[in-house]
C-alpha cells in the first residue's frame, strides 16, 4: 500500500490532477511546493468548502486526544497557516511548539495568523524528510492533513519518531476512509464531482483547481486500518485510531517505542 502510495502514485497525480499544466518542476516535491504556495491565501478558505465547516472542530478535538502536558516542547510537521500550531499554543499554555512547512507562501500566512503566539509558536521553512532536529529532540509530534503529501509517507513516520524521544507521541490526522457504505457514496459524489466544480466556480477561476488534488490523492493514501499497522511495524506502540465524520477524517496517536521495545 505504501509503495503503491509513496511511487506510482505521485506519478499518476502529476498527470491526473494536471500538475504539469500550471507549475515547471522536475520531481514531486517541487510541484508540492509551488502548488501550496500558489494555494496559501485561499486555503484557510478552501478548508470550510471542503469539510462543510467541521475542520474546526476537528482540529479542536484532535489536539484534546493529545497527551501533551506542561513544560513539553511539540513539533507541529506541515503546519500550513499553523491552525494546529495556534491551537495547541492557546490550549496549553506551558508548551513550547516548532512548526515546520515547505512552503513558503503557507508560512508567511501563518505568521500573520499566529502574531499572537511567536513567543511559543517558532515557524520554520524545513523538509519533513530530512528533518534539522536531532535524535529525540521533542517530546511530542503532530503532522495534520500532511503525510498525503510527502513524497514517502513511510519516510515521514520514520523522521517524526526518529526526532521524537522515546515515550513521546505521534499523531496524524488525515482523510480517512469512511467505513459506511452510503456514506462512501455521499462522500465520493461529493469530492469527486461536486466540489471540483464549486472549486473552480469559486476559489479558482483560470488557474489550477486545488478541489482535483484532494479526492485524487485519496485515492493512493493508506486507509485507517493499514495506517495503524505502518506506525506499529515502524516502532510505534500503543497506537489507536479515532474516527470522525464516519471515518471520512481521521486520526492516529501513536507512542514512540523505546528501541527493540514492545509494539502493541
Given at each position: 500500500?505504501?509503495?503503491?502510495?509513496?511511487?506510482?502514485a505521485?506519478?499518476?497525480?502529476?498527470?491526473?490532477?494536471?500538475?504539469?499544466?500550471?507549475?515547471?518542476?522536475?520531481?514531486?516535491r517541487?510541484?508540492?511546493?509551488?502548488?501550496f504556495?500558489?494555494?496559501?491565501?485561499?486555503?484557510?478558505?478552501?478548508?470550510?468548502?471542503?469539510?462543510?465547516?467541521?475542520?474546526?472542530?476537528?482540529?479542536?478535538?484532535?489536539?484534546?486526544?493529545l497527551?501533551?502536558?506542561?513544560?513539553?516542547?511539540i513539533?507541529?510537521?506541515?503546519?500550513?497557516?499553523?491552525?494546529?500550531?495556534?491551537?495547541?499554543?492557546?490550549?496549553?499554555?506551558?508548551?513550547?511548539?516548532?512548526?515546520?512547512?515547505?512552503?513558503?507562501g503557507?508560512?508567511?500566512?501563518?505568521?500573520?495568523?499566529?502574531a499572537?503566539?511567536?513567543?511559543?509558536?517558532?515557524?520554520?521553512?524545513?523538509?519533513?524528510?530530512?528533518?534539522?532536529?536531532?535524535?529525540?529532540?521533542?517530546?511530542?509530534?503532530?503532522i495534520?492533513?500532511?503525510?498525503?503529501?510527502?513524497?514517502?509517507?513511510?519516510?515521514g513516520?520514520?523522521?517524526?519518531?526518529?526526532?521524537?524521544?522515546?515515550?513521546?507521541?505521534?499523531?496524524?490526522?488525515?482523510?480517512g476512509?469512511?467505513r459506511?457504505?452510503?456514506?462512501r457514496?455521499?462522500?465520493?459524489?461529493?469530492?469527486?464531482?461536486?466540489?471540483?466544480?464549486?472549486?473552480?466556480?469559486?476559489?479558482h477561476?483560470?488557474?489550477?483547481?486545488?478541489?482535483?488534488y484532494?479526492?485524487?490523492?485519496?485515492?493512493?493514501?493508506?486507509?485507517?486500518?493499514?495506517?495503524?499497522?505502518?506506525?506499529?511495524?515502524?516502532?510505534?506502540?500503543?497506537?489507536?485510531?479515532?474516527?470522525?465524520?464516519?471515518?471520512?477524517?481521521?486520526?492516529?496517536?501513536?507512542?514512540?517505542?523505546?528501541?527493540?521495545?514492545p509494539?502493541?
Amino acid at each position: 500500500m505504501t509503495r503503491l502510495h509513496d511511487d506510482q502514485a505521485k506519478l499518476a497525480l502529476i498527470r491526473d490532477v494536471g500538475f504539469a499544466r500550471y507549475f515547471s518542476a522536475t520531481r514531486w516535491r517541487d510541484y508540492n511546493r509551488q502548488f501550496f504556495d500558489g494555494l496559501a491565501g485561499k486555503y484557510d478558505a478552501t478548508n470550510v468548502l471542503h469539510s462543510f465547516g467541521t475542520k474546526r472542530r476537528f482540529d479542536r478535538i484532535s489536539v484534546d486526544r493529545l497527551p501533551v502536558r506542561d513544560g513539553m516542547h511539540i513539533l507541529d510537521l506541515c503546519t500550513g497557516t499553523a491552525d494546529i500550531a495556534i491551537r495547541l499554543a492557546g490550549r496549553h499554555p506551558g508548551i513550547r511548539i516548532t512548526a515546520v512547512d515547505a512552503s513558503p507562501g503557507m508560512l508567511e500566512v501563518a505568521r500573520r495568523r499566529a502574531a499572537h503566539h511567536l513567543d511559543r509558536i517558532d515557524l520554520r521553512e524545513g523538509d519533513a524528510l530530512g528533518l534539522e532536529f536531532p535524535d529525540g529532540h521533542f517530546d511530542g509530534a503532530v503532522i495534520g492533513f500532511g503525510l498525503r503529501n510527502l513524497e514517502s509517507l513511510e519516510g515521514g513516520l520514520r523522521e517524526l519518531h526518529r526526532v521524537v524521544r522515546a515515550g513521546g507521541f505521534v499523531s496524524s490526522i488525515d482523510q480517512g476512509k469512511p467505513r459506511r457504505a452510503i456514506f462512501r457514496l455521499l462522500y465520493a459524489a461529493y469530492f469527486m464531482r461536486v466540489a471540483p466544480i464549486l472549486g473552480k466556480l469559486v476559489f479558482h477561476i483560470g488557474e489550477f483547481n486545488s478541489f482535483r488534488y484532494l479526492p485524487e490523492s485519496n485515492r493512493y493514501f493508506p486507509d485507517q486500518d493499514t495506517l495503524v499497522r505502518i506506525f506499529r511495524s515502524l516502532g510505534f506502540r500503543d497506537v489507536v485510531n479515532h474516527d470522525y465524520l464516519f471515518g471520512a477524517v481521521a486520526q492516529q496517536v501513536a507512542i514512540v517505542a523505546k528501541p527493540g521495545g514492545p509494539q502493541a
